[in-house]
RNA sequence: UGGGGCGUCGUCAAGCGGUUAAGACACAGGUUUUUGAUGCCUGCAUUCGGAGGUUCGAAUCCUCCCGCCCCAGCCA
């Protein structure tokens, strides 16, 4: 499998330089902060870090970046482990917080301080703004700024000690205010947040900066590759400035691109729109694109590290065609999944030269792509089950199933001829009462004729009823994500991409069934009983249908 | 001349001075098939954002130009 081979990207090569040179671990590590839900633009990172310490016999640390108390919750955190646990990486005994680290960190600011590098700074927040300057124009030195080192070491404890009001002070970096890098302005180092962190509770009043935090961490983790997204690449010269002032261990921090899906959105944000304007269920529904959501849609990890791993990494930004992970997850399930019958919208069937109460069981293999699997039995009866698209009374030249007078084969049972339509005082297709040809069974002629049709079925008095779910895309919009070419989001959810079937008919076999299957002809399914007792047949993804393009044309 | 990045097939993406410019998805044909599925076969960039230059030789080096993305949270 292409698990195997991974193709060669920028940062694989820069590994294998720096192994040339210098012969230490690789040393990873995946960094999410505990606010919010794991998606599949976060897996695209999971199995590059865990990917390449895997590849090197390495390690990869998972570490919270747990320093903004305001939004981090311990639900997050457990999730978090799930989700990656599900992808199918361990972290063994390397889990971190970065508010393990809180004590060494702010030891690190008294450290800037006595160097003269940081300074308590008395303005508002939107003096600090102004000071800043803009893009185009430096900014200017806060009067704070000469302060003297005990004077910034006494206001630094006091503003500890809770002294100060939020927002009263602020402990910065001093750099440039000049610096065409708006990173480099004085940066804040840490900021009064008088909120109980969900794993320290109120010991801390200060809490320290992203920026302020994530070198050090990989630092003191002894992380030797820190791999982040491209919007880190500013804060590069910030986070090495920080390692050379504190004189400690460096190890280097490289950006990519992340993950952009088309016809799906990866914003923390905008997903979280979604479930509280109630467009989903929640985090775990099975169209989002949350890897709690693909767990429940069906998709299995395998076929999400495999797309991770075709992706590629490259430092372009890009859209990913979903259909690449559409085909991820059917090239797995086509190897792994049962197949079973099952009708989505019933055609009745009365075979009338069938004997009443007569019940034939039908071998069905299980799998034609695994011999291994075996065969399972398939009740047949008189009266049978079909998919109403399987039958049309004036069919087009190329549609080979059943109609008026026409002969097609029930899989795995007999081939049976319609000879008459029953239709409803609306002039609908209610029934078809068809011959069956008792030299046919289990699907083969023995005159030699040509049956081009099967088609799937399920016996009546056998079936078993459950509800079924089909997906489609959330949005209509191919870039949903691209406020220039979508500036409504709301207006481009695809009012369809939901579809509940209560009463589908499943053959027997699915009774008490778990996992993923394959419905005939249908596509792929796996149970779900998240929300209700019964189970409820979700479709993972549909087979390809070539049928269905020739239709359209 | 604010700073930092990126431009190779419809979409991803290899390529690192000498290759017929990988591969995958998508698409289009054909074939096998008791799933219009799967499998198999074939096709799909004389050209690498553009223009110059260096070189025997350039997607790869140099120059200029063009386009796109990110940065002005006491978020990460």
Not at 286 to 292: D, E, H, K
Request: hydrophobic share 35%; aromatic share 10%.
């Amino acid at each position: 499998m292409s698990e195997v081979d991974s193709p060669s990207n920028f940062i694989q090569n820069k590994i294998d330089e720096d192994l040339k040179s210098e012969k230490v671990a690789v040393h990873t590590r995946f960094p999410p902060e505990p606010n919010g839900h794991l998606h599949i633009g976060h897996a695209k990172s999971i199995c590059l870090n865990f990917g390449l310490a895997v590849k090197y016999s390495g390690t990869c640390n998972l570490r919270f970046d747990d320093t903004n108390p305001s939004k981090e919750e311990t639900k997050y955190v457990k999730a978090i482990q799930e989700d990656v646990k599900w992808l199918g990486f361990d972290w063994g005994d390397n889990m971190f917080f970065a508010s393990d680290y809180f004590d060494q960190l702010f030891e690190f600011a008294v450290q800037l301080i006595q160097k003269g590098k940081a300074y308590v700074d008395d303005l508002s927040p939107e003096q600090i703004r102004e000071y800043r300057g803009t893009l185009s124009e430096p900014g200017k030195d806060s009067p704070c700024r000469n302060r003297t080192v005990e004077e910034n070491l006494k206001l630094f404890q006091k503003m500890k000690a809770g002294e100060f009001a939020e927002g009263e002070k602020v402990l910065r970096a001093k750099i440039d205010m000049g610096s065409g890098n708006l990173n480099m302005r004085d940066p804040i180092l840490y900021r009064i947040l008088k909120a109980t962190h969900h794993r320290v509770g109120d010991k801390w009043c200060v809490y320290p900066m992203y920026d302020f935090t994530h070198g050090q961490s990989d630092s003191i983790e002894k992380v030797t590759h820190s791999l982040c997204t491209l919007e880190f690449e500013d804060h590069r010269p910030l986070y090495q400035w920080f390692l050379d002032e504190l004189e400690i261990y460096h190890p280097q921090q490289i950006e990519f691109a992340r993950l952009n899906l088309n016809y799906t959105i990866l914003s923390k944000r905008k997903l979280l729109q979604l479930v509280e304007e109630g467009h989903v269920d929640d985090w775990d529904d099975p169209r989002m694109p949350t890897l709690s959501g693909m767990r429940r849609r069906g998709y299995p990890p395998e076929a999400i590290r495999d797309f991770c791993e075709r992706i590629g990494i490259s430092k372009s930004n890009s859209v990913v065609d979903f259909a690449l992970l559409e085909h991820c997850v059917r090239e797995d399930l086509n190897r792994t999944a049962t197949r079973v019958m099952a009708v989505l919208r019933p055609l009745k069937v009365v075979l009338v030269n069938y004997p009443e109460n007569q019940v034939e069981e039908m071998d069905a293999v299980n799998n034609p792509e695994d011999p291994d699997a075996g065969t399972r039995k398939m009740p047949f009866s008189r009266v049978v089950y079909i998919e109403q698209d399987d039958f049309m009374e004036d069919p087009p030249k190329k549609f080979f199933r059943l109609g008026p007078g026409r002969e097609v084969r029930l899989k795995h049972a007999y081939v049976i001829k319609c000879e008459e339509v029953v239709k409803n005082e609306a002039g609908e297709v209610v029934e078809l009462r068809c011959t069956y040809d008792p030299n046919t069974r289990s699907g083969s002629t023995q005159d030699g004729r040509k049956i081009k049709g099967t088609l799937h079925w399920v016996s009546a008095d056998h079936a078993y009823k459950a509800e079924v779910r089909l997906y489609d895309h959330l949005f209509t919009h191919e870039n949903p994500a691209d406020e220039k070419v979508c500036p409504d989001l709301k207006s481009s959810l695809n009012p369809d991409s939901l579809e509940i079937i209560k009463e589908a008919l499943l053959e027997p076999y699915l009774k008490n069934a778990k996992g993923r299957f394959q419905f005939l002809r249908l596509g792929y399914f796996c149970v779900d009983t998240t929300i209700s007792t019964n189970p409820i047949f979700n479709r993972v993804v549909t087979l390809r249908d070539t049928w269905a393009k020739i239709v359209k044309k």
